[in-house]
């Protein structure tokens, strides 16, 4: 096992802002608000609000006369000097939500994907464990997290660690509907699967009211 360093930031762009360069490294990126281009070294991607992106490569972020509000994730070798905030781009805001330390088993090569999770009212992520670690972001409603011995609520626009090979249960609100955004690293074997194992053999056969929609997943190379 090796360790790595998976963040969350969140970026605000002012519109018509100045461009944003990224060096390369695995990431993906979420736009909460507003709308933003992917300029990669032979294209371009826009993206609205609601969408995300996934890779590699160095890229530049334009905006247009929306702005736009950003969730960026970063997968990082475990002592990276950088801060990951984006303090060369004048005009905008950044801030780390959440950066923790992750293991890595050094058998596998690995992907990173980004995919929104949403449940109705009330309803119930059984026990249960990933094949990969990931940080997830609440978008709406709440979610509470038990894992690990502990108990954790979130709410919009805060973001918690799962490692993967530790159980969770989470049960959501009954006041609204609830949707996280999440970004996970898995095996590559994982590719179009899902990477959710039930731990209590009679959770299994139960109705599962969540609903997952997998924005991109790419292979990536570790830092």
């Not at 609601?50 to 970063?74: C, H, K, N, Y």
């Not at 249960?128 to 990931?134: A, C, K």
């Not at 108990?151 to 009954?174: I, S």
Request: glycine share 8%; with cysteine.
């Amino acid at each position: 096992m090796s360790s790595y360093l998976l963040r969350l930031y969140q970026d605000i762009l002012p519109a018509d802002n100045a461009p944003v360069y990224l060096p390369m490294g695995a990431r993906s990126i979420y736009v909460v608000d507003g709308n933003v281009t992917v300029e990669l070294p032979d294209c371009g991607q826009h993206h609205a609000q609601g969408s995300a992106w996934v890779g590699q490569d160095a890229i530049t972020l334009l905006t247009g006369p929306e702005g736009a509000r950003l969730w960026r994730w970063e997968l990082l070798a475990r002592h990276a000097s950088s801060s990951g905030e984006l303090h060369a781009a004048p005009g905008t805001e950044s801030s780390c939500k959440l950066s923790a330390e992750v293991e890595l088993d050094n058998g596998f090569e690995w992907l990173m994907r980004i995919d929104r999770v949403g449940f109705p009212m009330g309803g119930i992520a059984f026990t249960h464990v990933h094949q990969g670690p990931g940080i997830r972001c609440c978008l709406n409603g709440e979610i509470t997290i038990e894992t690990e011995g502990q108990t954790n609520v979130f709410k919009p626009g805060e973001a918690w660690l799962e490692r993967g090979r530790y159980p969770v249960y989470a049960p959501t609100t009954e006041e609204c509907e609830t949707e996280f955004i999440r970004c996970l690293i898995l095996p590559r074997a994982c590719k179009g699967r899902s990477s959710i194992r039930y731990v209590l053999a009679e959770d299994a056969a139960k109705p599962k009211r969540q609903r997952y929609h997998v924005f991109s997943e790419r292979y990536i190379d570790l830092p």
